[in-house]
C-alpha cells in the first residue's frame, strides 16, 4: 500500500512512522508513505498556505491553489489514487472502512485538513472526507496518521502473524477477550485457572464467554449488529444469570 500525505507539518507524521511497526512494514516494502510539504508548493515569497475568509469570520483558511499543484504533481506518476480530506464533517472511520481501503485500493492520498477549514474547492478533487470521530483536533495529521495506521496493519504480512487481526476486537464484531501472561498470580490477582488448564476446548468457551461479557457490559450496541450462533446463545444466558447488572 502506498500512502502520500500532504500536510504542513510534515514531521508529525515521519515521526510516527519511523517506529516501531510503521517501520518494520515500511523496512520490508509492504508500505510506501510520502510526505508531502503543502508549503513547498506555493509560489508566492512567503510561502503562504493560508488566507483569511471570504465573507469575514475568525480563523485562517487552507488556500486551494497549493493543495492542487500538490495534488497533480503527485499524481502525474499517473498512479490511481483513493483521494481524501480529513475533516470532522466527513463519513466516519471505522474498522469497515479501514477493511474496504486496505482490500479495494493500492495507493491513497490523504490531504491533512485543519479545523478552521479548507477552501471549498478543494473538494472538487478528492473522493472522500474521512472523520476519525466526533470530535474536533486542531488539525488533520492525526486524523491522517490513525487511518495509515489502521490500513496498514491489514494488509498481509505487517503484524507478521496473520491470524491476529481475524481475533481482535472489531472483526468479529465483538470486543477481545481477556488476556494474561506470567506470573500466575500478582498482587493477589490469579488467572483464570481454564487458561491454565491445557484444554483447547474449555479456553476457546470461555474466550467466547469472556468477549460476550464484556461486550455486553461494555458496548451492548455492538451485540445488536453480528450474528449469533446457537453457542453464543447459550452463553449469553449463563451471562445473564451470573451477573446482576443484567
Ligand atoms: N480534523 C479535525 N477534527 C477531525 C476529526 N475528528 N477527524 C478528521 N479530521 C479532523
Redesign the pocket.
Known amino acids: 500500500m502506498r500512502f502520500d500525505v500532504l500536510t504542513i507539518f510534515p514531521e508529525i507524521i515521519n515521526a510516527y512512522i519511523s517506529v516501531s511497526i510503521m517501520k518494520r512494514a515500511i523496512d520490508r516494502g509492504l508500505v510506501d508513505v510520502h510526505v508531502h510539504n503543502i508549503r513547498d508548493y506555493t509560489t508566492d515569497k512567503h510561502r503562504q498556505v493560508d488566507d483569511y475568509p471570504y465573507g469575514g469570520g475568525s480563523g485562517m483558511v487552507f488556500k486551494a491553489e497549493p493543495i492542487f499543484r500538490a495534488v497533480e504533481s503527485i499524481e502525474a506518476d499517473g498512479i490511481k489514487r483513493l483521494k481524501l480530506l ?3 464533517g ?1 463519513r466516519v ?1 471505522t474498522q469497515d472502512v479501514a477493511r474496504e481501503y486496505a482490500k479495494s485500493h493500492r495507493a491513497i492520498l490523504i490531504i ?4 478552521e477549514g479548507v477552501d471549498e474547492r478543494v473538494k472538487s478533487i478528492i473522493d472522500e472526507e ?11 495529521e ?3 496518521l ?1 487511518i495509515i495506521d489502521a490500513v496498514s496493519r491489514l494488509i498481509p504480512g505487517v503484524l507478521g502473524d496473520e491470524a491476529s487481526t481475524e481475533e481482535e476486537s472489531f472483526s468479529d464484531g465483538l470486543l477481545e477477550y481477556p488476556q494474561y501472561t506470567r506470573p500466575r498470580e500478582f498482587r493477589g490477582m490469579r488467572v483464570p485457572e481454564v487458561l491454565l488448564s491445557g484444554n483447547h476446548q474449555m479456553v476457546r468457551r470461555w474466550r467466547r464467554k469472556e468477549a460476550l461479557r464484556r461486550t455486553l457490559k461494555q458496548r451492548p450496541d455492538l451485540i445488536e449488529k453480528i450474528e449469533l450462533t446457537e453457542e453464543d446463545r447459550r452463553l449469553i444466558k449463563e451471562i445473564k444469570e451470573e451477573e446482576q447488572w443484567m
Not at 474521512?130 to 488533520?140: A, K, M, N, Q, R
Open positions: 480529513t475533516s470532522p466527513g472511520f491533512c485538513g485543519r479545523y474521512i472523520s476519525i470521530g466526533d470530535y474536533v483536533l486542531t488539525g488533520g492525526l486524523a491522517s490513525v
